[in-house]
């Protein structure tokens, strides 16, 4: 019942790749004293001073017994003979910021790629390496070994057949892992999982499925068709036997980006328009970015985030769309000047701690000389 794609014809490359433990692994960045030590993530619901929920832990915090989900107050109570506990309240933007980065550069060595979500991405290879796994592998570890070059990040990497199976690897590689999963390895590697281990089955699935004497892929591959979708209607049905099979047809999307942005904490917080030198390299990475991915922007804007943390921004649309280095910096002075020249700072809270630059509005650059990694290989 369930047609394999034909090897010639259909066969792709796919690598998936997953920062490891994200939030936490971006505060141990920031601050590398606390690595090594248990660093929990934790989402405050601002009620009390403990509740909410934990949203990341790293390593040391999960080898205690701290997972995601947790109350804050349970995550504490583990750790309390752990006088080096780290609880850091979430920092999304500056996640986001990081995550924006990387995912540029994993961009670059694809020819299609999609963000899955904050720290997740796949990339499809399959033209770049004529469907061989071992150049998709040579490129899985490249991109690993750049943004840890570039951003001091560990993440895992998984390359299949398709976007299941370098998702199966890649959770299978966590942490600092890199492992494929070869198309005809694929029976071998997803029969003996539990069925609960594949991805996308819930525990109601997985109980659902132990009522018909499934508790492994494999048994879950063989079963009858029809007596699935009678058991969990005929979508479902038919998506969990080809999911137990390994096969999955979707493709990856390459959805652009609409806005880039960068932002970055002043050495002092501001009062005046004395910061042009801060915005350079935050300029110039916006460029770079815009040029790789073969976008002009319409839009340049500013963001201001003052020591109360109220965030304000500001945008200017242009006549002409630019990827220009001079050009971003010239628009995104001129609003700051004139946001500062209209603002009144006398209360200390309006001063500003943070600024950015966002670009936006895109439209596609005909210049042969933008163009990602991929065009000149
Ligand atoms: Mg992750």
């Not at 961009?107 to 004529?130: C, M, N, P, W």
């Not at 750049?146 to 398709?162: Q, R, W, Y």
């Not at 999911?243 to 917080?269: C, F, W, Y």
Request: hydrophobic letters at 40%.
């Amino acid at each position: 019942m369930i047609s394999n794609p034909d090897p010639a014809k259909d066969q792709r490359a796919i690598v998936a790749i997953d920062l490891d433990y994200y939030y936490a692994q971006c505060e141990e960045v920031r601050n590398p004293a606390i690595k090594g030590k248990p660093v929990v993530i934790c989402v405050f619901s601002g009620r009390t001073v403990e509740s909410g929920a934990v949203s990341t832990a790293n390593y040391v915090a999960r080898n205690l017994g701290v997972k995601s989900g947790m109350p804050i107050a349970l995550a504490k109570k583990i750790l309390q003979k752990n006088s080096d506990s780290v609880l850091l309240p979430m920092d999304t933007e500056y996640y986001v910021e990081v995550s924006d980065r990387i995912m540029e550069t994993v961009r670059t060595h694809g020819e299609k790629f999609e963000q899955a979500s904050i720290d997740e991405a796949y990339l499809d290879v399959t033209a770049l390496t004529k469907a061989d796994f071992q150049r998709a592998v040579a490129i899985g570890r490249e991109i690993k070994n750049e943004i840890f070059a570039k951003e001091s990040l560990t993440c895992s990497v998984g390359i299949g057949p398709n976007k299941l199976m370098a998702k199966m690897a890649v959770d299978s590689s966590k942490p600092d892992g890199i492992m494929t999963i070869l198309p005809d390895e694929v029976k071998y590697f997803l029969n003996p999982l539990p069925v609960g281990k594949l991805f996308g089955i819930g525990p109601k699935t997985e109980e659902k499925l132990k009522g018909l004497s499934i508790t492994t892929v494999g048994e879950l591959a063989s079963a009858n068709v029809i007596v699935l979708s009678e058991q969990f209607g005929n979508k479902l049905g038919f998506t969990l036997s080809r999911m137990a099979n390994g096969v999955d047809t979707d493709p990856v999307v390459d959805r652009e980006p609409e806005q880039m942005s960068r932002i970055v904490t002043l050495k002092h917080d501001a009062e005046s328009f004395d910061f042009q030198e801060v915005l350079k390299p935050l300029v110039g990475d916006l460029s770079r970015r815009l040029t790789t991915s073969r976008n002009l922007s319409k839009a340049i804007g500013i963001i201001l985030i003052t020591t109360d943390l109220k965030i304000k921004s500001r945008t200017r649309t242009l006549d002409t769309p630019t990827n220009s280095e001079i050009d971003i910096l010239k628009v995104a002075t001129e609003i700051f000047e004139s946001y500062f020249g209209q603002e009144n700072f006398e209360d200390k809270s309006s001063h500003i701690r943070r600024v950015g630059i966002r670009v936006s509005s895109f439209v596609k650059s005909t210049d042969p000389k933008s163009g990602t990694l991929f065009d000149y290989l």
